[in-house]
């Protein structure tokens, strides 16, 4: 009868502590669901009120067209520099802020963005080069970019890095190159290069200007073979006539980036030059506007509308 009893009993305690595991180990999940929904509701307290669009803004984005604009592009690389062509596609669309994609349906949470899709294409030699970076900048123009990333393919191989916005910048990167193959980190929020060129569409005016912290551009760090990281820079904004070019000048590199862009809206990037160090000679990139286009692009992938690459001079 004893030993009936001490069966029960351990039997018994065996259950208790099982049940007690399995409490502990719920415990934990609603606690990260507290914890999540807090640290939401504090990131939407800290997002700055949204700026007002304009009718004039709204006529232009909201039309159901995006702007496709070609430019004849000289590029720097390996010292030498290459005959090429950039596109700058921007378009509005709703962005999912937690997924940091694209929305394919009307969500209570989707922010409206300004994307910016930039492509470069040019030879090195006997081998072509393709890079395209993406930028999702908020058309309210009330915080960072939530999203840019980058890939560049050549016939070595090919790289992708893209850039998170979520409590910090959160960095990845894969590369075929050794010691950069896989990597993930991340940094403080600063100004963003990437940004600059969406922000300069919607409200020019409140560009950064002054000593300024700012992360360079995706493809900046990808071609240096550096990892990303902001840099200290001397930014301006001048106004001459129909014509106002910003300027970003890299103080502990010798690197300066400027812009040219239409002072009356729609603020169309006109013309660019990247001037910097590359093996030993001071170096000068640039872009300038051929053509530009108001179109659906995406409806428009038959053959019937190759002709429309004619009006962009590609």
């Known amino acids: 009868m004893k030993s009936h009893i001490n069966i029960i009993s351990i039997v018994f305690c065996f259950f208790f502590i099982l049940g007690n595991l399995f409490s502990c180990k719920e415990q934990p999940k609603k606690l990260e669901s507290k914890e999540m929904a807090l640290h939401t509701a504090a990131n939407v307290a800290n997002i700055p009120p949204k700026r007002n669009l304009s009718q004039e803004f709204k006529k232009y984005w909201y039309s159901g067209d995006a702007e496709i604009t070609s430019y004849t592009l000289e590029q720097e690389r390996y010292g030498e520099l290459r005959n090429g062509t950039a596109v700058l596609i921007y378009v509005t669309e709703p962005f999912l802020p937690e997924e940091q994609v694209k929305a394919d349906g009307n969500h209570q949470d989707n922010v409206p963005v300004l ?7 040019y030879l090195t030699g006997i081998y072509p080069y393709s890079i395209m970076s993406s930028t999702f900048y908020p058309v309210h123009d009330n915080q960072h ?20 916005n979520r409590d910090k910048f959160e960095f990845i990167q894969h590369s075929y190159f050794e010691g950069e193959a ?8 600063a100004w963003l290069e990437n940004e600059i060129w969406t ?4 409200h020019p005016k409140g560009l950064p200007t002054g000593t300024i912290t700012m992360v360079p551009s995706l493809e900046y760090f ?7 990281q902001a840099m200290e820079a001397i930014a301006t904004l001048e106004v001459n006539g129909d014509i106002s070019t910003y300027t970003v000048a890299y103080t502990n590199d010798s690197r300066k980036l400027t812009i040219n862009f239409s002072t009356d809206f729609p603020h169309s990037i006109e013309s660019w030059t990247e ?17 530009s286009l108001k179109t659906p692009y995406w409806g428009q992938n038959s053959n019937a509308f190759l002709h429309l690459r004619d009006s962009l001079g590609l």
Request: aromatic share 6%.
């Open 115 to 121: 994307k910016l899709n930039a492509t470069k294409n």
């Open 145 to 164: 970019a939530l999203k840019s990333s980058l890939s560049v393919q050549e016939w070595c191989g090919h790289v992708y890095a893209q850039l998170n």
């Open 182 to 189: 896989d990597e993930t980190y991340s940094m403080d929020k």
């Open 199 to 202: 922000k300069i569409r919607i």
């Open 222 to 228: 990808r071609v240096k073979h550096a990892d990303v």
């Open 275 to 291: 001037a910097y160090n590359s093996r030993d000679k001071k170096m000068i990139s640039r872009g300038v506007k051929m053509k």
